[in-house]
């Protein structure tokens, strides 16, 4: 499987970006893609996923009415919709892939239950 991510840029604060990450290769089995991003010096976090069978969504705190998660089943593809950016949102972002078997609820946000990872885009916002 592989994970290409792009949509990164640099936008202000305030501002809007799109991320997309299209999977190719995919394993036949339930997943869920994630978002992770990871700011210099820190570590890697969690910011939102989406199982692929049934669309459940899951989000950070930190993100949560900012950001919007979705899928395009056709095109493999999941997007992550980032409004009202903050200066403190600038990371690299990375999408990711696991089995849904493993990924619960609770444990959507640990990186490493998932099988597979995008090579990441560079988020900055400025203020």
């Known amino acids: 499987v592989q994970l290409q991510a792009s949509g990164g840029g640099l936008v202000q604060a305030g501002g809007s970006l799109r991320l997309s990450c299209t999977a190719s290769g995919r394993p036949n089995s339930n997943y869920a893609m994630a978002w992770f991003r990871q700011a210099p010096g820190k570590e890697r976090e969690f910011v939102a996923a989406v199982r692929w069978s049934g669309g459940s969504t899951y989000y950070a705190d930190s993100v949560k009415v900012r950001f919007t998660i979705s899928r395009d089943n056709a095109k493999n593809t999941v997007y992550l919709q980032m409004n009202s950016l903050k200066p403190e949102d600038t990371a690299v972002y990375y999408c990711?892939?696991?089995?849904?078997?493993?990924?619960?609820?609770?444990?959507?946000?640990?990186?490493?239950?998932?099988?597979?990872w995008g090579q990441g885009t560079l988020v900055t916002v400025s203020s």
């Open positions: 990711a892939t696991g089995r849904e078997h493993v990924l619960t609820a609770q444990s959507m946000g640990v990186p490493g239950l998932y099988d597979y």
